[in-house]
């Protein structure tokens, strides 16, 4: 089965005012996701790493990308095609709670 990397961008602001139920509902598809074998983690504090021509490694704390909300988590799930991961993320908590999720196919 094709699988999709996910990442989650939402701020609290948008969680705090997604109703309770429509948020509970986002947890359940989350379950869901999990028990059908989606790797999912809430995101920490990043790191960059570089080695340029391998000649010496250079460790910075901090994200390489910057974005309007922050990233809020990742998942790997598994779905036939383009269309069903979409489906599949569109009831997720980021992108009910005033977020947004991306979803990258891995070839």
Same mark, same amino acid.
């Given at each position: 089965?094709?699988?999709?990397? =996910? %990442?989650?961008?939402?701020?609290? !602001?948008?969680?705090? /005012? =997604?109703?309770?139920?429509?948020?509970?509902? !986002?947890?359940?598809?989350?379950?869901?996701?999990?028990?059908?074998?989606?790797?999912?983690? $809430? !995101?920490? #504090?990043?790191?960059?790493?570089?080695?340029p021509? #391998? !000649?010496?490694?250079? $460790? /910075?704390?901090? +994200?390489?990308? #910057?974005?309007?909300?922050? %990233?809020?988590?990742? #998942?790997? $799930?598994?779905?036939?095609n383009?269309?069903?991961? $979409?489906?599949?993320?569109?009831?997720? +908590?980021?992108?009910?709670?005033?977020?947004?999720?991306?979803?990258? +196919?891995?070839?």
């Amino acid at each position: 089965m094709p699988k999709f990397i =996910t %990442i989650g961008y939402g701020d609290q !602001a948008g969680y705090d /005012r =997604t109703p309770q139920d429509v948020r509970d509902a !986002a947890h359940e598809q989350d379950a869901k996701l999990v028990s059908e074998g989606a790797v999912m983690g $809430i !995101a920490g #504090a990043p790191v960059q790493v570089r080695n340029p021509n #391998a !000649a010496g490694m250079e $460790i /910075r704390e901090g +994200p390489f990308m #910057a974005s309007d909300m922050p %990233i809020a988590g990742f #998942a790997v $799930i598994g779905a036939a095609n383009l269309e069903e991961a $979409i489906d599949k993320v569109s009831q997720v +908590p980021c992108a009910v709670a005033h977020g947004v999720v991306e979803v990258w +196919p891995l070839k």
